[in-house]
């Protein structure tokens, strides 16, 4: 009887730990589809804004809903594709005076923390994801504030995990020197993108 106790325990125990381990899904951005944007805002004069996007980027995630104090995300984004629809404007940005992108072609986010902070009024759920951004050579914490848009099967055959994000840096703390107007100073960047699940 003890023997079959026992064999019942060892049969049950690896079943009842994996049904208690939620582990994060990783996921890969969507490039491919074009479902990922890092997009930046900035004042002109103070009179308006200029917007702009970075065209060529990538990255990863690992996400669970029921634990979202467990993600992970790194984005790389390619700084010479920045494209602000004027090629003398963009030809500007990417000089050594602000994005420098010669020097350095590539800008980064890791998180290092994620923290929950409830719901917004559309009942999504949102986080601050603290991370390091590495710019223009310059690395500095920044936090992120971010939205699950959702998560479901795809018409492919895939499962997909949306979000999108916006946070606020001053360009003087990426080595920016370039002469602008005061208003200018901050930048505004929107993220926004898909992950497709790794099977």
Known sequence: MLK??????????PA????????????????????AFVDFKV????????????????????????????SKIEVNVRTASLFSNHAERDKHIGDKEFLNVRQFPNARFVSTSV??????????????????LILSGVTKSVVV??????????????????????TII????????GRLAPESRLVELYITFEGVKAK
């Open 170 to 177: 001053s360009r003087e703390d990426f080595a920016q020197t």
């Open 43 to 70: 004042s002109h004069l103070g009179y308006s804004f200029i917007t702009g996007t970075f065209r060529d980027l990538d990255g990863k995630f690992s996400f669970d809903a029921d634990k979202v104090e467990d």
């Open 4 to 13: 079959k106790m026992l064999a019942a325990a060892l049969a049950i125990g």
């Open 115 to 132: 923290e929950s902070t409830g719901k917004n009024a559309a009942g999504k759920q949102t986080a601050d994801v603290t991370g390091d």
């Open 16 to 35: 009842m730990l994996s049904a208690g381990q939620v582990m994060a899904a990783d996921y890969v951005i969507d490039k491919e589809g074009q479902h």
């Open 145 to 166: 504030k971010a939205i699950f848009l959702g998560e479901g099967k795809d018409p492919w055959g895939g499962y997909r995990a949306g979000f999108e994000g916006t």
